[in-house]
């Protein structure tokens, strides 16, 4: 449906074509005013629904055409069916499906004198039945034209007026769509409000499902709600010129690589937040940097370049989200030149090769082995020995895989210039293969290497070693006195350390890994 927006300070108005928009903001930022003038300029085709008013039937009737008060009131002209003194949507709401219900009975047994009165379209059949779905084990009976609740238990029904508010809320939400006009907008006022979390996105997919035919439009200041209306249009008010009666107010699309579900809820959590390599499923990287750095929303987004290139797109959000977001990327075989570069753009580069590397720093290695009842110093002696050892056996090896990387990165510099012609290009990059000169970098770089081997520099091997088997031919593990000499149970160890938060272990090894990143 083509919906056209309030006026917009300082630009045109947005129109979009949608069939569910959720309007967000903070309190105080004009969103319940935006939505009043919105569902105005839509005159009749407005519906309005709200657990609140419906539950709480102080607040007064909704006189819109077509809302449950104006439906009510209309019955109760037409039938005689139905009590005339009902207050409250929630009841009304209520007492109108019944009715609806009992017409179609008599329409059935009085045929077509009663027909015109009739609206034969089981609403409440399926009220029940998505009811009961949602709360298993409990009954909607009917009963001498009232509606109670029952249970799988045995329990005598009640008034469905002593379900707790969620459960009202519910009721309330899944009858009030029943009775939206066809092809009406719903405007839905605090749609999480008595929810609990885990019902949210499920009970507005069923209600949505229950009617394709109309639009729906959310107002809410909780983003986790936002997020499970994805894919769907969402609208940020900011603020309000009352005076001009405009919104400033932007349409929320999601950064470049940051899923908007992703968006949202790191936007909701209103911590700093810090991607990473990996998944949150296979990755170590998501299960420990958690427990390093807590004052941040960690999110896992695969690869390296999603991390670097979500960094700068969220950062450049900040007039929208005014969070800061910091990437890490694992070392690898970058220079000291890349390395800079990265962190002068918010990218957490450690001071160690990869993430495996990292459960071998001299503070990890030591905490491990004093845990494990072993002696630290000793144990790390150890550990270092098996390294050097290690390292000097793939010094060759290593120097060429880091020759690679630098041959590689150079040739990706050279060739991203802007040129105008083919020439241009041929002139730039005539003298290529004796900028790169491969054989010098990788002579240098085993010069380099020999020397970390030879000054037994433990922090320098770590920072240029990939190597995958480390962790099981150092014999780490076994060394700081674990049972097994595995990859992962050094990993679990560190891990089970840190998630006992405050202890003085945990302290040393999440101070040690800090360090890794220059961060205190």
Not at 81 to 93: H, K, S, V
Request: proline content about 5%; charged content about 25%.
């Amino acid at each position: 449906m083509k919906i056209s927006l309030p006026a917009r300070t300082g630009g045109n108005p947005i129109t979009l074509n949608t069939s569910r928009l959720t309007i967000i903001g903070a309190n105080g930022a004009g969103k319940t005013r935006f939505t009043a003038t919105l569902a105005a300029s839509l005159g009749g085709r407005t519906y309005m629904m709200s657990a609140l008013r419906a539950i709480y039937d102080n607040i007064g009737e909704d006189p819109l055409p077509g809302s449950i008060d104006s439906q009510y009131h209309d019955a109760v002209r037409r039938s005689p069916l139905i009590r005339p003194d009902i207050t409250g949507a929630f009841e009304r709401q209520i007492a109108l499906l019944i009715n609806e219900t009992a017409l179609e009975l008599f329409a059935e047994h009085l045929g077509d004198d009663a027909r015109d009165i009739a609206a034969p379209h089981h609403r409440l059949q399926t009220l029940v039945n998505n009811w009961e779905q949602i709360f298993p084990g409990n009954k909607i009976l009917l009963t001498r034209g009232r509606m109670l609740i029952g249970n799988d238990n045995g329990a005598d029904p009640f008034s469905t007026n002593r379900l707790s508010d969620g459960e009202k809320t519910v009721l309330y939400h899944l009858g009030a769509a029943l009775l939206a006009p066809q092809g009406a907008v719903v405007f839905v006022d605090a749609p999480e409000m008595f929810l609990h979390p885990s019902s949210i996105r499920p009970l507005w997919d069923r209600i949505e499902a229950m009617r394709p035919d109309c639009t729906f439009v959310y107002t809410t200041h909780d983003l986790a709600f936002a997020a499970t209306r994805i894919p769907g249009d969402i609208i940020w008010v900011k603020g309000c010129d009352s005076d001009a009666a405009t919104w400033q107010y932007e349409r929320i699309q999601a950064a470049e690589g940051i899923p908007e579900d992703v968006f949202l809820a790191i936007i909701g959590e209103r911590k700093p937040v810090m991607f990473i390599e990996g998944d949150a499923t296979h990755s170590y990287d998501a299960r420990l940097y958690p427990l390093v750095f807590p004052e941040y929303t960690v999110k896992p987004l695969g690869s390296c370049d999603r991390v670097i290139e979500s960094t700068r797109t969220f950062n450049t959000l900040r007039a929208f989200h005014d969070l800061d977001a910091v990437g890490i990327v694992d070392r690898d075989r970058r220079d000291f030149k890349e390395v800079e570069y990265l962190r002068s753009r918010g990218i957490l580069v450690p001071d160690v090769a990869e993430i495996e590397n990292i459960f071998m720093l001299e503070d990890v290695v030591k905490t491990v082995a004093a845990v494990n009842n072993r002696e630290p110093d000793k144990a790390f002696e150890r550990v270092k020995r098996n390294l050097l050892r290690l390292f000097n056996a793939n010094m060759q090896q290593q120097a060429l895989e880091h020759t690679r990387h630098r041959i590689k990165r150079g040739v990706q510099t050279r060739v991203d210039g802007k040129f105008d012609n083919i020439e241009a290009l041929e002139d730039h990059l005539i003298d290529l293969p004796g900028l790169l000169n491969p054989r010098d970098t990788y002579n240098n770089l085993m010069r380099q290497f020999a020397r970390y081997h030879d000054r037994g520099d433990y922090a320098a091997v770590l920072r240029v070693f990939n190597y995958k088997p480390m962790l099981i031919e150092t014999r780490v593990a076994e060394l700081c006195g674990l049972e097994r000499n595995d990859r992962r149970a050094l990993i679990e160890a560190v891990l089970a350390i840190l998630r006992r938060r405050d202890t003085p272990a945990a302290t040393a090894i999440r101070n040690a890994i800090r360090a890794a990143f220059t961060l205190k």
